[in-house]
């Protein structure tokens, strides 16, 4: 039988097995759905070879087959003195790395393995800052008479150099230089196969949820960000999908999957009220029952947290957020590290032409270049503002997952290396809060997030307008509920703002 089968190694890989020598190899198998089946390990050894003696094994001189395969890891053993090798036991530490279409033969994983650490290599070869600004293939791309910044190829179309010949180029719906450069740096930055710039994070959201069909079953988080819960209770249902929304930081939410569920949508930390749900937790359930795991990026970008990396299937991001980080230009992406997510996505967004244009393109490869030390200022602010903030005239309570004794506080500490820029926080009544939006100055009071300005917005009358003032208040958000974005400017301007605006209030 053809699997999809995904593969992990013990530390090293020897292929070229000396006499004595035995290498062991896991091999994760998954079926059509990227979902495990099994994992089992293969283990190869030196023909009429044994344990050696050499670190490897026990040395005991027993014999062995070329291959063996063997299905429990407690399997894996020398065939004379029935010991678990070496690296057997160092494999077992070892996690699910990817997924690759092959027939399950040691061949094909000893050369997916090989595959696999290649991009284990790209991936971790540089850091999140270097992320930011170098691509893999700098070298390969730099043609453009060395220009420093990435030129914006403004064009809709390609030339061909003959009937049947193509520069790869053909028209910019389907490629685009700048929006591959473009696409290549936020694919580095969350760690997945491929990743898609696309119009906006609502063209992003919407192009994912063509993967599904009529009657699939979605389970999503109630508080998410007010667009796509939209999207989903106006257009999606009109599609025939069916929504079950939950707080996936407190209720139960495996006992809600059914034949039919298809995904789990997710935001964490949530907009606004920053719920934060375990991410590893959940994927793990989305695995065992073959469902794909969503999460929205937007609020901490691959600079604090990595979801692939934690097991998700599939991320999505407002790049109009933190990724642009200057509120000048629209954009949304999706990676992912599933490869057959990803061929449909490709041909999806071919078809559907949502494609991020040339200039804005460039605008997001420009404000990217900054991510790290934006998210890093922006979160120190923050930090200091949300602490400060919760001692303030007229501030009832502050949703900031940097606190220590927010809810989510110890899983954001496990899953993500930051707690991010926004805070949401309840006033004591609905005119205090309208009094803040009025008189703030240099905090804008606008509806967005991630830049490099400080923003404040009205959830109840902005980005959560369209939800039913019923769902509204289950979530927690109330007249009362004020949500800031906090910028890279000096604190204390901000603090100092705040605290004027604050005390001019009765
Ligand atoms: C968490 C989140 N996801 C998605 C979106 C939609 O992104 P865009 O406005 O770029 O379409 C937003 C917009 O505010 C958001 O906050």
Not at 375 to 399: G, P, S, Y
Not at 412 to 424: D, E, L, N, S, V
């Amino acid at each position: 039988m053809s699997y999809k089968i995904a593969v992990g190694s013990s530390d090293e890989i020897n292929v070229d097995l000396k006499f004595g020598e035995v290498s062991e190899f896991l091999i994760y198998e998954v079926d059509d759905n990227f979902r495990l089946v099994e994992r089992r390990v293969l283990q190869v050894g030196a023909k009429d070879s044994a344990c050696s003696g050499n670190g490897n094994g026990c040395g005991c001189g027993g014999s062995k087959d070329i291959v063996s395969k063997v299905t429990q890891i407690e399997d894996c053993r020398c065939v004379v003195c029935k010991k678990i090798g070496f690296q057997a036991q160092k494999a077992l530490e070892k996690k699910a790395i990817s997924v690759f279409d092959v027939e399950c033969s040691i061949e094909n994983a000893l050369e997916k393995i090989t595959l696999y650490y290649s991009r284990v290599d790209k991936h971790e070869r540089f850091g999140n800052y270097t992320k930011c600004i170098h691509t893999e293939n700098d070298d390969e791309d730099s043609n453009h008479f060395g220009a420093i910044s990435y030129p914006i190829y403004q064009t809709a179309t390609y030339a061909h150099p003959g009937v049947g010949l193509s520069t790869g180029y053909d028209y910019s719906r389907l490629q685009n230089p700048t929006r591959e450069q473009l696409e290549k740096i936020v694919c580095q930055l969350e760690e997945g196969v491929d990743a898609l710039a696309l119009s906006s994070g609502m063209a992003a959201i919407t192009l994912v949820f063509e993967l599904f069909k009529p009657g699939d079953h979605i389970i999503a988080e109630s508080d998410l960000y007010g667009g796509s819960r939209r999207l989903f209770d106006k257009v999606s249902v009109k599609n025939g999908y069916e929504f079950t929304y939950l707080n996936f930081s407190k209720d139960d939410y495996v006992s809600e999957i059914k034949g039919n569920t298809k995904a789990i949508y997710i935001e964490t930390p949530t907009n606004p009220m920053m719920n934060v749900a375990d991410i590893a937790a959940i994927a793990q359930v989305a695995k065992e029952n073959d469902i794909l795991l969503i999460v929205d990026n937007t609020f901490l970008s691959p600079h604090f947290q990595k979801p692939l990396k934690l097991g998700a299937d599939i991320v999505v991001h407002s790049g109009t957020k933190f990724l642009g980080g200057h509120n000048d230009a629209l954009a949304g992406f999706i990676v992912t590290n599933n490869d057959k997510v990803q061929k449909t996505l490709r041909e999806l967004i071919k078809t559907t032409g949502a494609g991020l244009a040339p200039f804005d393109s460039w605008l997001m490869i420009r404000g990217i270049k900054t991510l790290g030390v934006r998210m890093e200022k922006a979160e120190k602010n923050a930090l200091e503002i949300a602490r400060w903030l919760r001692k303030q005239k007229h501030v009832t309570d502050v949703f900031y997952p940097g606190l220590e004794d927010h809810p989510g506080y110890e899983i954001m500490k496990r899953q993500t290396t930051g707690f991010g820029a926004m805070i949401t926080f309840y006033v004591d009544t609905k005119e205090t809060a309208l009094q803040i939006l009025e008189k703030v100055k240099l905090i804008k009071f606008a509806e967005s997030l991630g830049g490099v300005e400080t923003l404040i917005t009205y959830p109840t009358s902005q980005t959560h307008a369209d939800l039913p003032e019923e769902e509204r208040l289950k979530n927690g958000i109330t007249d009362t509920t004020l949500r800031l974005s906090i910028g890279i400017e000096d604190v204390d301007d901000l603090k100092r703002e705040l605290k004027k605006v604050l005390e001019s209030i009765n």
